[in-house]
């Protein structure tokens, strides 16, 4: 079966639309293929070196993906730097990156752009880690969102010349698996763009009744529709979107009919929106947070995948050391 794996940094509370786009894909996934989700702390040094709460945030990760349908004995969940293999070959895949190609990487110059006072190593050998990552196992294919395609031509760039440079066939170049092809796009809240683009403007899987009702009524709208059957401006197409994807397809007609015909209440098509998106979440947070008052339970699944994750890398890399010529003694 072909290995698939892929990485969260662990920054925030999961969203609509980490919901629609990532986690989802990784729910079906997970029975068509040998998958293996991890938490990404080490990644999220690069930009937060003094972590507040690391711990509770990996667990909060932990605690939503089980929440949402990851089921740990079909795909392992392990936290990175319980992986400690990882780094033996982060070490090795960056004896043989290059200064010019790295700090090429855009994610690396915006990053150096909006930090400037610390451009650190590890950022600029970000896509290393992410390489030693996904091939210590030898994974096949990567779930990522468009965003990421550049850390995976740099690890397939690093597969290839690693075999180059030992003269073997040994890493496979990893796949991206984009699941925004397929995925819907859940608009945010503030009128444009996707949702946890910018600040306040997501609903997430954790917040409680009022806070959704709360975010949805502040949506942005606009006075209404002045012509019949007009075509709807962004905030109110990014409404529409919204109850596509969480009501039923009667109520999604019944205001489509309405605005197409401008009696079209915002207010009443908000408070069915809220409704519905929290019938939607309400199941998925109390999961939440019955899993994340259980933290003998979490503590298990996340040392199991780590165990599980260990075995797979440790394979590979004795086969690594084999192949640059560590042998033992
Ligand atoms: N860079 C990814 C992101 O920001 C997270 C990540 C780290 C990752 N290592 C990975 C994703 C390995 C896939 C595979 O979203």
């Known amino acids: 079966m072909e290995k698939v794996i892929s990485g969260i940094r662990p920054t925030g509370n999961l969203h609509l639309g980490n919901y629609f786009g990532a986690v989802k894909s990784f729910v079906k ?24 709460n690391i711990r509770r945030s990996v667990r909060t990760i932990l605690a939503e993906y089980l929440a949402c349908g990851i089921d740990p004995e079909k795909a392992p969940i392990y936290v990175q730097s319980d992986v400690k293999e ?3 070959l982060y070490l090795y895949l960056n004896m043989n990156a290059y200064l010019g190609e790295l700090e090429r990487v855009t994610s690396f110059k915006d990053k150096a752009r909006t930090q400037p006072d610390n451009v650190n190593a590890g950022l600029l050998t970000y896509p290393t880690l992410m390489a030693a990552d996904v091939l210590a196992h030898k994974a096949d294919k990567v779930p990522v969102g468009k965003d990421q395609e550049q850390n995976m031509e740099m690890m397939r760039l690093f597969a290839r010349r690693f075999n180059r440079i030992y003269n073997v066939e040994f890493f496979r170049e990893p796949q991206s698996y984009h699941f925004s092809d397929k995925a819907v796009k859940v608009p945010g809240l503030d009128g444009s763009g996707k949702m946890g683009k910018s600040e306040g403007n997501a609903i997430y899987l954790c917040d409680d009744e009022a806070t959704i009702k709360k975010k949805v009524m502040r949506a942005v709208t606009d006075a209404g529709p002045t012509m019949l059957n007009q075509e709807k401006p962004e905030p109110i197409r990014n409404l529409f979107t919204m109850l596509e994807i969480v009501s039923s397809k009667d109520t999604y007609d019944y205001f489509n009919d309405q605005y197409n015909n401008m009696t079209v ?65």
């Not at 996934?29 to 507040?52: G, K, N, R, V």
């Not at 996340?302 to 440790?314: D, I, L, P, T």
Request: glycine share 4%; charged share 30%.
């Open 265 to 329: 209440r915002y207010g009443d098509l908000k408070k069915q929106l809220a409704a519905d998106i929290n019938a939607f979440c309400a199941p998925i947070r109390e999961k939440i947070m019955a899993y994340q008052a259980d933290e003998d339970y979490l503590l298990r699944v996340a040392k199991q995948g780590a165990e599980r994750a260990s075995e797979s890398a440790h394979k590979t890399l004795s086969e690594v050391r084999q192949i640059i010529g560590f042998r033992a003694l």
């Open 29 to 52: 996934m997970q029975d068509e293929y040998d998958c293996m989700f991890f938490i990404a702390d080490w990644h999220s040094l690069t930009t937060h070196p003094t972590p507040e």
């Open 86 to 88: 990882v780094l033996e």
